[in-house]
């Protein structure tokens, strides 16, 4: 079955740094890879939509100066959160669309195990 | 505004009984309905999934039903056991132009199979 990573699965870091959370597809490639948020006892929320090759669409109240997303390739998006503070502290899971099994009626969108994100 | 709503916010259910998760929805142009099983700092694993054109999809011990009219599905475990413990997520999809692919996720709920 299709697999997605990310890496670190957990970080702990001081205010004020930047985290950089990598998502790789490991045995398909994902044109299209989704990063959503995840709060305690909250839904899963859609940050962006990021695109092989061109720039990540960010949903509405997404700052994407501090959320920035790299999609450099087929198999790879990183999400850094630039300059965190304690409010961004939560669980960041991303996944990866397999465009080989694209059709309406199939499940092709993989998730990764998430990111724990702690900031101090 | 959530599209996708999952009212109850927990329920438990007895080993070998029947479990039956819903889930509302307000988009009349989603057209595809998946139910996802989560565990704590895990990402969602893909469980069963409709299509808008169908009522029903069965997978074993799981079923899913969907009523367009009423906008709503509901997620029917049967017999429930106790590693089926776990949040579940109804999501929705609306793979028209630029949503393409993009999941609606309800805020899940807590099921609890006990012995």
């Known amino acids: 079955g299709a697999v997605v990573s990310q890496h670190p699965s957990w970080v702990i870091c ?8 990598e998502c790789r597809s490991l045995d398909f490639q994902a044109t299209t890879m989704f990063w959503y948020r995840q709060f305690p006892k909250q839904s899963l929320m859609l940050m962006a939509t990021s695109n092989e090759g061109s720039k990540a669409t960010y949903e509405q109240g997404v700052e994407k100066d501090k959320f920035l997303i790299n999609h450099a390739s087929l198999t790879l998006s990183t999400l850094t959160v630039t300059s ?13 669309r397999d465009m080989t099994r694209a059709g309406w009626d199939q499940e092709t969108q993989y998730f990764g195990p998430g990111t724990r994100l702690l900031v101090l | ?23 509302d ?3 009349s142009m989603f057209d595809y309905f998946l139910w996802y099983k989560k565990y704590p700092a895990e990402g969602p694993t893909f469980l069963i999934s409709i299509s808008s054109i169908k009522d029903k999809n069965e997978d074993g011990r799981f079923t899913v039903f969907l009523n367009k009219s009423a906008k709503h599905l509901s997620l029917h475990i049967v ?6 413990s776990a949040v579940y997520f109804c999501a ?3 793979d028209r132009g630029s949503t393409l692919g993009r999941l609606y996720f309800g805020r899940g709920t807590q099921l609890t199979v006990w012995p």
Do not use: M, W
């Open chain 1, 14 to 21: 001081k205010s004020g740094t930047s985290v950089k959370i």
């Open chain 1, 84 to 96: 965190a503070h304690p409010e961004d502290s939560s669980f960041y899971i991303c996944s990866a």
């Open chain 2, 1 to 23: 505004d959530q599209q996708v709503k999952q009212n109850s916010p927990s329920l438990s259910v007895q080993e070998g009984r029947i479990s039956i998760l819903n889930c």
């Open chain 2, 25 to 27: 929805y307000t988009n």
């Open chain 2, 79 to 84: 017999p429930s056991q106790p590693g089926d």
């Open chain 2, 92 to 94: 929705a999809r609306d």
